[in-house]
């Protein structure tokens, strides 16, 4: 198992229901994209908010990664949708 | 350097002022300012909340000024960026760039504002006659961003 912290922002959050929360992922899940996978099978509204990946902005601990990035124990990974701020 | 991520509104006055204070090199301070408006018509818009990413914010906001710093011979730099709830005409986003010449700071102050509005984790909850709506990125703004690409 790996824990990881997952933060939700924006659409994502109010899709999930929450903007955070600590989860066990079996080890399958090597990268985000294998860690998305996982986490659409949650809940109906992860699996909404999962529903358009292409929409889907990440970060890895506080960095901006792509869906091929490693997951590791421990790690901060938190998903939104293209930033709107200025 | 300063990057203040905050809820209080801010001076725009004050903070150029404190750019330049008790320096003699400095010839020139660009700044940008950004305000909620309230779009014409019907899909007006009554209020808009700002959410971000604690943390990410400051460290995006940090190396985005870095990069700017990088890139022209600046003296002084401030980001100023507010988050929560915010009313149509307040302020919510400050960028002022100091330098010895006007070229500089102009350019390094368009840069970081376009930067920003593509790589700083916030997003825009805007509150209309309709209900709440998370606000689409904008293809303009990638566009904007994208014209500072080095390698183009």
């Keep these: 198992m790996t824990t990881l912290?997952?933060?939700?922002?924006?659409?994502?959050?109010?899709?999930?229901?929450?903007?955070?929360?600590?989860?066990?992922?079996?080890?399958?899940?090597?990268?985000?994209?294998?860690?998305?996978?996982?986490?659409?099978?949650?809940?109906p509204g992860h699996a909404k908010a999962f529903a358009r990946r292409?929409?889907?902005?990440?970060?890895?601990?506080?960095?901006?990664?792509?869906?091929?990035?490693?997951?590791?124990?421990?790690?901060?990974?938190?998903?939104?949708p293209p930033v709107t701020g200025g | 350097m300063a990057v203040r991520v905050q809820r209080e509104d801010f001076?725009?006055?004050q903070e150029m002022a404190?750019?330049?204070?008790?320096?003699?090199?400095?010839?020139?301070v660009a700044s940008f300012t950004g305000l909620v408006r309230e779009e014409k018509g019907a899909g007006r818009i009554s209020?808009?909340?700002?959410?971000?990413?604690?943390?990410m914010t400051?460290?995006?906001?940090?190396?985005?000024?870095?990069?700017?710093?990088r890139r022209w011979p600046l003296e002084a730099s401030?980001?100023?960026?507010?988050?929560?709830?915010?009313?149509?005409?307040e302020r919510i986003?400050?960028?002022?760039?100091?330098?010895?010449?006007?070229k500089a700071a102009l350019e390094s102050c368009a840069f970081l504002i376009d930067w920003l509005k593509t790589k700083a984790p916030f997003w825009k909850l805007e509150e209309g006659a309709g209900g709440e709506q998370w606000v689409d990125a904008r293809e303009a703004d990638d566009e904007a961003a994208a014209r500072w690409a080095e390698d183009a």
């Design chain 2, 11 to 13: 001076d725009p006055g």
């Design chain 2, 93 to 102: 986003v400050f960028v002022a760039t100091a330098s010895s010449h006007r």
């Design chain 2, 58 to 69: 400051e460290r995006k906001l940090e190396e985005i000024e870095a990069e700017a710093h």
């Design chain 1, 54 to 80: 292409e929409a889907v902005r990440i970060a890895v601990n506080q960095d901006y990664v792509e869906a091929d990035h490693p997951v590791a124990k421990g790690d901060e990974v938190a998903f939104f």
């Design chain 2, 47 to 55: 209020a808009m909340t700002l959410e971000h990413y604690p943390g």
């Design chain 1, 5 to 43: 912290q997952v933060r939700y922002f924006a659409w994502m959050r109010t899709r999930v229901g929450t903007g955070a929360e600590s989860v066990e992922a079996p080890d399958t899940v090597r990268d985000v994209a294998g860690l998305m996978d996982w986490l659409e099978g949650r809940s």
């Design chain 2, 78 to 89: 401030v980001i100023v960026h507010r988050y929560g709830r915010l009313e149509p005409g």
């Design chain 2, 18 to 28: 404190a750019l330049g204070e008790g320096r003699h090199d400095i010839g020139a």
